[in-house]
């Protein structure tokens, strides 16, 4: 495995990277800042708002997750979107994704609404999933592939496409191992380089630094910032990591209780709440109560998981 | 048609990597086999029904089948709870091929379970009645498999996790197996018991196996393939249904 950054591996691919470092020129350094500080993406093409989500309100029995929730992402921004455990962030991108319906509400993602353009949705965006969604016992590769030929790319489009991502994320030289081999840093690359595969128009990133180190994050980031700049692609995040968010998103969101409480660049909010980190104003307006999740299934299955796996 | 194709060739990858599940499948099947074939063999001669090995052989490679089935189906929990059900679902492919891809995948798995059963059987003293019909006796396997596979999804895609599989165990795995013939032959039993096996979908299942292996069937081979056929139609629809359902 690799120590340092694409920047500094595969130059032609990724010239570009956010970390200040001495290989950068200063005009990319200025521009690097310029974002950092949250500023207006690259693109001139502003007002295209490519995620449209008006009045969303999503019931389960008497629960309200999300109430009338309304926001929009512009074309080829990155755009955070925070909130404490049980906030309605999950539910939100569910619906986004296509994985929930409404309970009411309108959404659209790339101009395609979310109830009855559900292909076309799904063709516009790639998502990395909270857990990892990777098939344990098949290679990396097989992984890409099956991918692929979910999204009905042609066969020579595809192993061409495959070959080039898996370079660019580092794998390819692991492409025979089986995924159940990898370390949650090559497994996080490989589910990246699997929602680009179809070449979507918005990625959704559900806290996909989550529980890596610090120079796999880093190196998450500039890659998936370079993929922003060169690619044009929208990026819509969430994180636990508020240091993170202030240093990448251009603009974000914070939904509490169901219900939106903030939006702006982090410079507004941060100005809005008069202190001097997004931290800060993140616990500003949501308060400092710990929320208490309670353990899924899902947890209770990871649990077990080793013993039924031998 | 490429999302079915996919789907079948990943439950087969997956079945043929993990050597141990394969192989650990095996042992239970080949223990009933020796145990109770040579165990009960004597008695069986002895009330004049002739040899028992004969007799519950296919019986055995139906519970070769019957377990795997049911556990390719139930994989969808697995596959629930650790995500790549979330993969498939967020694709531009339709729920229904999705199902059936994942369903021929497990049937094919469950029917290739059988053959190797059936081999060993073989070693153990099996004589199949008529060579000619053994490729007969694949189909037989084959819908065996299918009914069980779509049985297994649709309880998969109404549980979230495992707390449930030692419910379904108990209550759906073993008394199907039990209750259906493949140990003792259905002429003769107490009325509530025969009433059971004769609702029973594996029991025609045991019994067209029974009948095109070892030349001896109960309800007739018609009846059998008839019943069998409708009982799979019926669960594929029912755990399309339920697969189309399920949220995640």
């Known amino acids: 495995m690799s120590t340092g950054f694409y920047c500094e591996r595969v130059p032609n691919l990724l010239h570009l990277s956010c970390e200040p470092s001495r290989s950068s020129s200063m005009a990319e350094q200025r521009f690097c800042k310029a974002k950092v ?25 008497d629960l309200v997750a999300v109430n009338k929730v309304s926001f929009e992402v512009a074309k080829g921004e990155i755009f955070a979107f925070l909130g404490p455990n049980g906030a309605g962030k999950s539910t939100t991108i569910k619906i986004l994704t296509t994985l929930l319906r ?27 999933f909270q857990d990892p969604s990777l098939d344990d016992e098949l290679t990396a590769w097989e992984n890409m592939e099956l991918h692929g030929v979910l999204y009905g790319l042609q066969k020579i489009t595809r192993r061409t496409r495959i070959e080039e991502l898996m370079k660019i994320v580092e794998l390819w030289d692991r492409k025979d191992d089986l995924v159940k081999n ?93 202190v001097a980190t997004l931290e800060d104003a993140f616990l500003k307006l949501t308060g400092k109560t710990i929320r208490d999740n309670e353990a899924t299934s899902a947890d209770n299955m990871r649990m077990h998981s080793r013993v039924w796996r031998r | 048609m490429n999302t079915i194709y996919i789907l079948w060739l990943r439950q087969l990858k997956r079945y043929f990597r993990s050597r141990s599940r394969l192989v650990g499948s095996l042992g239970q099947p080949l223990l009933f086999l020796i145990a109770l074939g040579f165990g009960f063999g004597p008695i069986f001669e002895k009330a004049g029904e002739g040899s028992y090995l004969q007799f519950i052989a296919p019986g055995i490679i139906a519970m070769g089948i019957l377990f795997t089935a049911l556990f390719s189906g139930i994989e969808i929990i697995w596959d629930k709870q650790f995500g790549f059900l979330k993969e498939t679902m967020v694709a531009p492919v339709s729920r229904l091929n999705i199902m059936i891809g994942r369903t ?26 008529s060579i000619a019909l053994v490729p007969v006796a694949f189909v037989y396997m084959f819908l065996i498999a299918l009914l069980f596979t779509a049985l297994g999804t649709a309880i998969a895609s109404m549980l979230d996790d495992m707390q449930g599989f030692q419910l379904i165990m108990n209550f759906v795995v073993m008394p199907t197996f039990f209750l259906s013939g493949a140990l003792f032959p259905l002429q003769g039993l107490p009325e509530a018991i025969a009433i059971v096996a004769k609702f029973n979908p594996l029991s025609y299942g045991i019994d067209g196996l029974r009948g095109v292996l070892a030349g001896a069937s109960h309800f007739g081979l018609h009846i059998d393939l008839l019943v069998l056929s409708a009982a799979t139609g019926i669960l594929v629809v029912v755990g399309s249904y339920l697969f189309s359902k399920i949220e995640i």
């Open chain 1, 37 to 61: 500080g949250g500023s207006t993406p690259l693109s001139g093409s502003m007002n295209e708002q490519i995620i449209e989500v008006k009045e969303l309100v999503k019931r389960f029995d």
């Open chain 1, 102 to 128: 409404a309970t009411s509400g309108e959404v659209r993602v790339n101009g395609f609404n979310v109830s009855d353009g559900q292909d076309e949705v799904r063709r516009s965006f790639g998502i990395v």
């Open chain 1, 182 to 274: 990898f370390s949650g840093g090559m497994k996080r690359r490989l589910e990246i380089a699997r929602g680009l595969l179809h070449h979507p128009k918005v990625l959704f990133l559900d806290e996909p630094t989550l529980g890596l180190d610090p120079q796999t994050r880093n190196h998450i980031w500039s890659y998936i910032q370079n993929l922003n700049r060169t690619e044009g692609i929208t990026i819509f995040f969430t994180t636990h990591y508020m240091e993170e968010a202030e240093r990448v998103a251009q603009r974000v969101a914070v939904i509490d209780h169901g219900v939106i409480v903030a939006r702006g660049t982090p410079e507004e909010l941060k100005a809005q709440a008069g």
């Open chain 2, 104 to 129: 021929l995948g497990g049937a094919t798995v469950a029917t290739v379970q059988g053959i190797i059963v059936f081999v060993l059987t073989l070693f153990v003293g099996f004589k199949p009645a």
